[in-house]
């Protein structure tokens, strides 16, 4: 026993050379003296500081959201948040998708799929939100009166010429006032879409909180650009007389309410 440790002691004692040269002449560039026992020193002394960088980067940077550490300084409730921030991201980027989809079917002058949802009880079937052609009939909100708790601008003063009509598909009611009039709109809002369709002419359509949308066609001039925030009340279109389904100035006005066509004077005092 005592001859093998002797063997031990006398490998770890042994003195090791390592010489750099130039592979052309031969020239020594580098000579190292190592030992055994030093180079294990060293090879643990670089593992205990590579150890020591990966905790303090783990601890005291970013980089603790993907690898929890418990000297974290970010506690688990913010972490929570912050995840929840992420997915409600993650549905808005969807829903832009799906409005996007929408309404470039609606430039383009494709017919829109109609995703249909009977509802026995309440004889209600989904349609589309930013529908600037006429859906089915059938995708049409087919209910009674509804409770007005909200406050709404009257869009243009005028005449009453055509009204809320399931049978017709008659989704709005028409305004007839004078060319050029000022439409304005019934509520804060975001102007999701402002453009020229082939039955609507120059059309506007706003998007308000409690899921309602207006939409207003047939007009001469648009004021709002799709993006722009407006307040109740202001100015957005110009009465007119533009688009294949109107025979004179007037403004078709239409109310969604969670997806669903609405009679506009359920909510409106015209």
Not at 102 to 118: A, R
Not at 219 to 234: E, M, P, R, Y
């Amino acid at each position: 026993m005592g001859s093998f440790r002797k063997k031990i002691a006398s490998k770890f004692k042994n003195r090791y050379r390592l010489i750099l040269r130039r592979d052309d002449n031969l020239e020594e560039k580098v000579s190292i003296i190592l030992e055994p026992l030093n180079f294990i020193l060293i090879l643990c002394g670089g593992f205990l500081l590579m150890g020591l960088l990966v905790y303090f980067l783990l601890a005291y940077t970013p980089l603790n959201y993907i690898f929890p550490t418990k000297s974290a300084k970010y506690s688990s409730q913010e972490q929570y948040k912050m995840i929840q921030k992420i997915d409600s991201i993650e549905i808005y980027l969807e829903q832009i998708k799906i409005q996007s989809e929408v309404l470039g079917k609606v430039l383009s002058g494709d017919e829109l799929s109609m995703d249909i949802k009977n509802n026995s009880s309440q004889k209600e079937i989904q349609a589309p939100i930013f529908s600037t052609e006429e859906p089915s009939k059938k995708n049409i909100q087919r209910s009674a009166k509804a409770t007005n708790n909200y406050s709404f601008f009257i869009p243009v003063s005028g005449v009453i010429s055509d009204s809320f009509n399931i049978q017709r598909n008659h989704l709005g009611i028409d305004i007839v006032a004078k060319s050029k009039e000022v439409i304005k709109t019934i509520q804060n809002g975001t102007v999701v879409f402002s453009g020229w369709t082939s039955k609507g002419g120059h059309t506007i359509i706003i998007q308000h909180s409690n899921n309602f949308i207006s939409v207003y066609k047939h007009n001469a001039v648009i004021l709002k650009k799709t993006g722009t925030f407006v307040s109740a009340g202001d100015a957005v279109a110009l009465v007119g007389n533009t688009g294949e389904l109107t025979s004179g100035p007037h403004l078709h006005f239409e109310l969604w309410k969670n997806g669903l066509a609405v009679n506009p004077c359920n909510y409106l005092n015209f």
